[in-house]
């Protein structure tokens, strides 16, 4: 049963600070990953999918890389700002599964001016 | 292009009655997804629908809850006879087709709070 888990839960930096956020998945049968981010009492907007043959996507300040063998991804934010703070969310696709998005619990990111 | 449109936004119902949400996906896409964000809990999967036909509903709690995508207008998730338990934030999604080299598009979210 595939599990995915986001460390750390928490985090707070100073604004211009570059981060990096973790993911990890139990099993290594994944067809994509992808990066999402939530604001409080809003909706789930898309930041980069990252697709099984790929090890990496990128999109202006946000980096993302996918390591299958180690059942790991992780969000990189360059030169972070307020406008970051929000919460992410790490979800994996499982092979041959519909698009049953496994999601793991976010990191709430707090990014202080 | 107008995204996913889910609405109501907000909706306060007592224990008991009957809840309807509805999900008009973006235009173009026939593919609809239904997801559950309980409090302090990750989201978790419920339906998957194309238009007419339910595609996966093992996420589905066994009683109370249903899903539709009818031919014409929005996917509508129903739960009847409420509890404080289904008081969460549920989103919806779509997609075009089922190509996993493409993303999938969230709503805003449809916060029920049962009293």
């Given at each position: 049963k595939q599990e995915v888990t986001q460390i750390p839960?928490?985090?707070?930096?100073?604004?211009g600070e570059n981060l990096v956020l973790n993911c990890s998945f139990t099993d290594s049968a994944i067809y994509n990953l992808q990066w999402f981010r939530q604001d409080p009492g809003k909706g789930l907007t898309s930041l980069l999918l990252i697709?099984?043959?790929q090890r990496e996507q990128t999109s202006g300040r946000l980096?993302?890389?996918?390591?299958?063998s180690s059942g790991r991804s992780t969000l990189y934010i360059a030169a972070s700002q307020p406008g970051d703070?929000?919460?992410?969310?790490?979800?994996?696709y499982n092979a041959g599964n519909n698009r049953k998005l496994i999601w793991g619990l976010g990191t709430?990111?707090?990014?202080?001016p | 292009n107008a995204g996913v449109m889910q609405n109501p936004r907000h909706l306060v119902r007592r224990r008991g009655q009957e809840a309807r949400l509805r999900c008009s996906p973006m235009k173009g896409h026939s593919h609809v997804y239904w997801y559950r964000q309980l409090p302090e809990e990750g989201l978790k999967f419920m339906v998957y629908l194309q238009k007419e036909n339910i595609i996966d509903e093992s996420g589905m709690p066994k009683e109370r809850f249903s899903a539709e995508f009818p031919k014409e207008g929005p996917s509508i998730l129903r739960i009847q006879q409420v509890v404080r338990g289904d008081s969460a934030a549920y989103f919806c999604a779509s997609s075009p087709r089922l190509d996993f080299g493409n993303t999938i598009y969230f709503g805003e979210g449809s916060w029920l709070t049962v009293v």
């Open positions: 839960a928490a985090l707070s930096v100073p604004e697709q099984s043959s980096n993302a890389s996918l390591d299958k703070s929000a919460t992410y969310l790490c979800a994996a709430s990111l707090a990014v202080n | -």
